[in-house]
């Protein structure tokens, strides 16, 4: 199953529009990468909380996951409109839609059901988290741009707090103390 929401739809929503790119354009790696990259590494990511979360909100056998998954729709939609915002005045290039990793993930989960489905989403997100806190911590110090500068560092701990409870969520998964 593919499902998408892409921030070419989601720029048209919000009247401004960049030029899209794939997120596979994006640099492999969250350490030195130009603001240009972060834009569209953090856009990838972003849409891919954002598809993850829908398909939890659908296919989570847990209340608590299911309502993981609607909290990563909401904030991760406010903070990639937010994202857009800067890229449409910098004319930095977006993903349009998730990267080939976040899509691979998407898809083994949209073919799980019930806890497995739990457990392997709430794995997907620890590893995301931990790889979008590592990527927004380098931007809040580097970022030659001060508005992502400043956007990182304002998004940086909502995402400390979803890792933090993606992780929670996920040991008590594993601890057999689900609802």
């Not at 909380?49 to 991760?76: C, S, W, Y």
């Not at 937010?82 to 898809?107: C, N, Y």
């Amino acid at each position: 199953m593919r499902f998408l929401l892409s921030f070419a739809a989601l720029s048209m929503v919000l009247g401004s529009f960049c030029a899209p790119a794939t997120a596979d354009d994006k640099a492999k790696d969250t350490g030195t990468v130009t603001d240009e990259q972060f834009v569209m590494k953090a856009s990838a990511s972003g849409l891919a909380e954002i598809n993850l979360g829908m398909l939890a909100t659908r296919r989570a056998a847990n209340p608590d996951v299911k309502k993981f998954g609607q909290h990563m729709v909401d904030d991760h939609t406010k903070a990639n409109k937010e994202l857009l915002t800067i890229a449409g005045k910098k004319s930095f290039s977006v993903a349009d839609r998730m990267d080939k990793q976040h899509q691979d993930a998407a898809d083994a989960l949209a073919k799980l059901e019930g806890s497995d489905f739990d457990r392997q989403f709430m794995s997907q997100m620890v590893k995301d988290h931990e790889e979008a806190v590592a990527l927004f911590t380098a931007k809040a110090k580097d970022a030659k741009d001060s508005d992502l500068r400043a956007f990182a560092e304002k998004t940086l701990p909502t995402l400390k707090e979803h890792h933090k409870m993606a992780r929670d969520l996920a040991d008590k998964m594993k601890n057999g103390k689900q609802r």
